[in-house]
């Protein structure tokens, strides 16, 4: 099956910094890759995705890029807000299953 | 707000026990997707239900199964409940035609512990 590796796996930023995280999946057949953003006590929730046919999307202060070749893809926030503050996890999926394989997550901090 | 409810809250049960989540779905989310998120960890796929029928399943065993409901309802049951189990338990719905890989809604999700 599918396996997803994600770093780093805590991360503080001072505010109005920029933040990355990186995720490597193994299965090449993987074709849909969300990232999810989960603060304390409550669901994961939807921040951005990008499907294999593209390498980048954009929404405001976040970005995702996809490197279908090294099988890896990465979340980009600018600009960052104590808001932003929480885990983040990132996900592949493939067709026929559309079931999610999730990274361990990221604990992100951003410091006022 | 994803429109996803879960029920209830947080659970407490004792080991041996059984238990039944429930998960109410968007409006013509077909898929329901449950997941167990150990503390510290990402969520792990448990099964999924398209149209009442389970339509994959992870490493899970029998003990945990569930059912999908025609008015977008839907139930994870767990039996002979082991201290493991303790976990978060989130359901996710997606409009979810078979075979594609529609966008996935989470609920709030249902803390379970077992003792």
């Known amino acids: 099956g599918e396996n997803v590796e994600q770093h780093p796996s805590t991360l503080s930023v001072q505010e109005g910094d920029s933040a990355v995280i990186k995720c490597t999946y193994s299965?090449?057949?993987?074709?849909?890759f969300p990232w999810y953003k989960q603060e304390l006590g409550k669901g994961p929730q939807l921040i951005i995705d990008i499907r294999s046919n593209v390498g980048e999307k954009k929404d405001q202060r976040i970005a995702v890029t996809l490197n279908k070749t090294a099988k890896h893809f990465s979340l980009h926030i600018t600009e960052t807000q104590p808001e932003d503050s929480a885990v983040y996890f990132c996900?592949?999926?493939?067709?026929?299953?559309?079931?999610?394989?999730f990274g361990t997550g990221t604990r992100l901090t951003v410091i006022p | 707000e994803t429109g996803v409810t879960q029920s209830p809250t947080h659970l407490i049960k004792t080991r041996g026990q059984q238990v039944t989540l429930r998960c109410s779905s968007q409006?013509?989310?077909?898929?329901v997707s449950w997941y167990q998120q150990a503390l510290g960890q990402g969520p792990q796929f448990i099964f999924q239900?398209?149209?009442?029928?389970?339509?994959g399943r992870g490493n899970f065993p029998p003990r945990f199964s569930g059912l999908q409901f025609p008015n977008y309802s839907s139930e994870l049951n767990v039996n002979a409940l082991e201290l493991d189990d303790s976990a978060l338990y989130l359901c996710?719905?997606?409009?979810?035609?078979?075979?594609?890989?529609?966008?996935?809604?989470f609920g709030p999700g249902t803390r379970l512990t077992v003792l």
């Open positions: 409006s013509g989310h077909n898929t």
């Open positions: 299965d090449s057949a993987s074709n849909y």
């Open positions: 996900a592949a999926s493939f067709g026929g299953a559309n079931n999610l394989f």
């Open positions: 239900y398209y149209r009442e029928e389970e339509n």
């Open positions: 996710a719905s997606s409009l979810g035609a078979s075979g594609s890989t529609d966008t996935q809604y």
